[in-house]
């Protein structure tokens, strides 16, 4: 096997997300549902002789030394492989949304590579080489909606309704570490148990980030205003700055306002699987 084309690479919303308290070292401890869209970044991994790694860009341009690069080289660092790889990506996601983007590229990377190039790493040990990479990256590799928390790396796969949404990424973004570090984030929410949440789990919570990144970036605020003038309870996921509300059977995707050129507005639907799930060897199954 030489190549693997058109390995999809899911966004992500986050149902609620709560903030209920702050370890010593300063990350804090949340807690949030996360679910798959059918919206998604497309990669391509090519196997080349020799350990150098590369990347193309066929959509938006990402950063030099993006998750994806960074994925494959801890993966040859973690197992010594010898293999290289070319990558070629297709950005389709926006950046800075809280939707995931990058760490579910660096999640689909791990998959294939793990795959094409026979490292055989059971999905434990994949999970913990994302973590180091990004809190969101285990979510993507287990690849089914979950209660999470901790960080992000305590993950418990539940079952949530099928749904469509609208979503809604105002040209602007939003740096996470700015709304973490910002005075007025509210860090003490109570914790939230899972039997509360499956009684309204589409409408359940909040979002406590919202507050914070409507005042650094007002745009989510005026996405939340035009959601709810379509009769539509939008809320921020993640750390933004893109806002999601659920529609309803029968409702349709609203037209969005002729200057909001610049403006995503999106009809998806939610995922129960992601495309790649079983790619990665239980604990179980190794040596089998």
Same mark, same amino acid.
């Given at each position: 096997?030489?190549?693997?084309?058109?390995?999809?690479?899911?966004?992500?919303?986050?149902?609620?997300?709560?903030?209920?308290?702050?370890?010593?070292?300063?990350?804090?401890?949340?807690?949030?549902?996360?679910?798959?869209?059918?919206?998604?970044?497309?990669?391509?991994?090519?196997?080349?002789?020799?350990?150098?790694?590369?990347?193309?860009?066929?959509?938006?341009?990402?950063?030099?030394?993006?998750?994806?690069?960074?994925?494959?080289?801890?993966?040859?660092?973690?197992?010594?492989?010898?293999?290289?790889?070319?990558?070629?990506?297709?950005?389709?996601?926006?950046?800075?949304?809280?939707?995931? =983007?990058?760490?579910?590229?660096?999640?689909?990377?791990?998959? !294939?590579?793990?795959?094409?190039? $026979? %490292? *055989?790493?059971? @999905? /434990?040990?994949?999970?913990?080489?994302?973590?180091?990479?990004?809190?969101?990256?285990?979510?993507?590799?287990?690849?089914?909606?979950?209660?999470?928390?901790?960080?992000?790396?305590?993950?418990?796969?539940?079952?949530?309704?099928?749904?469509?949404?609208?979503?809604?990424?105002?040209?602007?973004?939003?740096?996470?570490?700015?709304?973490?570090?910002?005075?007025?984030?509210?860090?003490?929410?109570?914790?939230?148990?899972?039997?509360?949440?499956?009684?309204?789990?589409?409408?359940?919570?909040?979002?406590?980030?919202?507050?914070?990144?409507?005042?650094?970036?007002?745009?989510?605020?005026?996405?939340?205003?035009?959601?709810?003038?379509? =009769?539509?309870?939008?809320?921020?996921?993640?750390?933004?700055? !893109?806002?999601?509300?659920?529609? $309803? %059977? *029968?409702?349709? @995707? /609203?037209?969005?306002?002729?200057?909001?050129?610049?403006?995503?507005?999106?009809?998806?639907?939610?995922?129960?699987?992601?495309?790649?799930?079983?790619?990665?060897?239980?604990?179980?199954?190794?040596?089998?």
């Amino acid at each position: 096997m030489r190549a693997l084309y058109d390995l999809a690479a899911p966004a992500k919303l986050n149902l609620f997300l709560h903030v209920i308290g702050r370890r010593a070292d300063g990350y804090h401890l949340l807690q949030s549902v996360f679910v798959l869209l059918d919206w998604h970044d497309t990669l391509h991994v090519e196997k080349r002789p020799g350990p150098a790694l590369s990347r193309e860009d066929l959509g938006a341009p990402v950063p030099v030394d993006d998750l994806v690069l960074r994925a494959a080289r801890a993966l040859q660092d973690a197992t010594g492989c010898t293999s290289g790889a070319h990558l070629l990506l297709d950005k389709r996601l926006p950046v800075q949304a809280g939707m995931g =983007g990058g760490s579910s590229d660096a999640a689909t990377c791990l998959l !294939a590579l793990n795959r094409l190039w $026979g %490292t *055989g790493l059971p @999905l /434990p040990a994949l999970e913990r080489i994302g973590l180091r990479l990004g809190a969101d990256v285990p979510f993507f590799l287990r690849g089914r909606a979950a209660w999470v928390e901790g960080i992000g790396e305590k993950i418990q796969p539940i079952t949530v309704p099928e749904a469509r949404f609208v979503v809604v990424k105002p040209p602007l973004g939003l740096e996470t570490p700015a709304i973490f570090a910002h005075p007025e984030l509210r860090r003490d929410s109570q914790p939230a148990i899972l039997s509360g949440f499956a009684a309204d789990p589409l409408q359940f919570g909040r979002n406590d980030l919202q507050p914070v990144a409507q005042r650094l970036c007002p745009q989510v605020g005026e996405a939340v205003s035009w959601l709810a003038s379509h =009769g539509l309870q939008g809320r921020m996921t993640g750390s933004g700055s !893109a806002v999601f509300a659920v529609l $309803g %059977t *029968g409702q349709v @995707l /609203p037209s969005k306002p002729a200057e909001w050129a610049d403006w995503t507005v999106r009809e998806c639907s939610s995922m129960e699987v992601h495309p790649l799930a079983g790619w990665a060897p239980s604990d179980n199954s190794v040596g089998r």
